[in-house]
T-cell receptor, first 114, second 114 residues
């Protein structure tokens, strides 16, 4: 158990809908990362927050947004969903940022858009 | 931009065979290098890491050496077990100032048969 909790584990929704994925980082970790894992694209970095502030942005679509709350949990909002958004979404957390910092991953949320 | 290339799988080995999974990278600066492992139905776990040239990371019998001259970080294990069956990801981070999200290779699926 990595200590990172993601809910829900599975989500099935229709095209055009909006969903929210939730992540609780390990106790004491200030940094949260979101990744998307799909068969064709592999593991892609979406966005990072550090202590409530956006720190880095990757290949995140404009239809997607995220935030980190004062209690350090994070939510990833996906809207106007398309079939191609079906993927496994991982949250990871780390104590800080720096060379060699280990990121701890949750078990992921599997999103299926039908 | 940064990228990681690792050998395509799947790789099937008999128990006690020698394992090598090749990984090369392209990055500016001096990134940290990682191997993560994903067991079926689980999130990614850090297997080993190296933060500077000629460092050797090791864990659970796995080893990898950071070779700056060949931009490589090949994963090796002398004698694999059935329990090593998983997907292995090579990754880098920290090549740019303040940039510590992970850039992953596409993953190599390893199956070990008794």
């Amino acid at each position: 158990d990595s200590g990172v909790t993601q809910t829900p584990k599975h989500l099935i929704t229709a095209t055009g809908q909006r969903v929210t994925l939730r992540c609780s980082p390990r106790s004491g970790d200030l940094s949260v990362y979101w990744y998307q894992q799909s068969l064709d694209q592999g593991l892609q970095f979406l966005i990072q927050y550090y202590n409530g502030e956006e720190r880095a942005k990757g290949n995140i679509l404009e239809r997607f947004s995220a935030q980190q709350f004062p209690d350090l949990h994070s939510e990833l909002n996906l809207s106007s969903l398309e079939l191609g958004d079906s993927a496994l979404y991982f949250c990871a957390s780390s104590v800080g940022v720096g060379p060699g910092t280990e990121a701890f991953f949750g078990q992921g949320t599997r999103l299926t858009v039908v | 931009g940064d990228s990681v290339t690792q050998m395509e799988g799947p790789v099937t080995l008999s128990e006690e065979a020698f394992l090598t999974i090749n990984c090369t990278y392209t990055a500016t600066g001096y990134p940290s290098l990682f191997w993560y492992v994903q067991y079926p139905g689980e999130g990614l776990q850090l297997l080993l890491k190296a933060t500077k040239a000629d460092d050797k990371g090791s864990n659970k019998g796995f080893e990898a050496t950071y070779r700056k001259e060949t931009t490589s970080f090949h994963l090796e294990k002398g004698s694999v077990q059935v329990s090593d069956s998983a997907v292995y990801f090579c990754a880098l981070s920290g090549s740019g100032a303040g940039s510590y999200q992970l850039t992953f290779g596409k993953g190599t699926k390893l199956s070990v048969i008794p």
